[in-house]
C-alpha cells in the first residue's frame, strides 16, 4: 500500500467520494424514477402511485395502532410522504396521475377567476374518502396541490395533505 493514503489530497478525495455516497444514500426513492428529460412514462407515474398509497396506508396503521389518530380538522399531517412521490415542481398532469394511481380522486381545476376568500380557492383537491371506515367513524386522506399563481397550472408549488379522523 502506497504512504501517499494519508496526504492531504488523498484524504479529501476520499472524503468528497464519501460525501457523495451517502448524500446518494439519501435520495428520495421517488426521484429516481425521474427521466433525464423530465418526463416520467405511465409506468412511473403507476409505481409512484402505488408507492405513495403503500406508504400512506403504512403510516396509517401505525398511526391507528399506538391510537396517535388526531379526531377532526386538523387531522395527522402527511405532507413529507407525499412530497416523496410528488416533489415540488412537478407537472400538474403528472401530479394528478400519480394521485389517482394512489386511489385519490382528483377533482377539477379552479377556474382563474373562482370566487370566494379562501387562500386555497385555486389549489386542486384529491380525496380519499373512505380510506378507512366503521360504524362509527371515516377516515378520509386528502391533499391539495397548490399552483404557481391563479389559473397556472403548469407546475405544483406547494403540497397539504393529511389523514382525517372523524367519529359520530
Avoid: W
Avoid at 13 to 25: D, K, V
Avoid at 126 to 141: L, T
Amino acid at each position: 500500500m502506497s504512504g501517499n493514503l494519508g496526504s492531504p489530497l488523498n484524504r479529501r478525495g476520499l472524503l468528497r467520494l464519501g460525501l457523495a455516497a451517502m448524500l446518494s444514500c439519501f435520495a428520495l426513492p421517488g426521484m429516481s424514477l425521474e427521466k433525464e428529460n423530465g418526463q416520467m412514462t405511465s409506468d412511473d407515474l403507476d409505481r409512484r402511485g402505488k408507492q405513495l398509497r403503500a406508504e400512506i396506508e403504512l403510516v396509517y396503521k401505525e398511526l391507528k395502532s399506538a391510537t396517535k389518530l388526531v379526531v377532526g380538522y386538523r387531522g395527522n399531517d402527511i405532507r413529507e410522504i407525499v412530497l416523496k412521490y410528488v416533489p415540488i415542481g412537478t407537472s400538474f398532469d403528472d401530479a394528478e396521475t400519480i394521485l389517482r394511481f394512489a386511489g385519490f380522486t382528483v377533482y377539477p381545476r379552479p377556474e382563474a377567476n373562482a370566487t370566494g376568500d379562501r387562500p386555497d380557492k385555486y389549489d386542486v383537491s384529491a380525496f380519499i374518502d373512505s380510506f378507512d371506515h366503521g360504524f362509527a367513524y371515516n377516515v378520509q386522506v386528502i391533499v391539495l396541490l397548490k399552483p404557481k399563481a391563479p389559473g397556472d397550472y403548469s407546475d405544483i408549488s406547494g403540497i397539504s395533505a393529511g389523514i382525517f379522523y372523524s367519529s359520530l
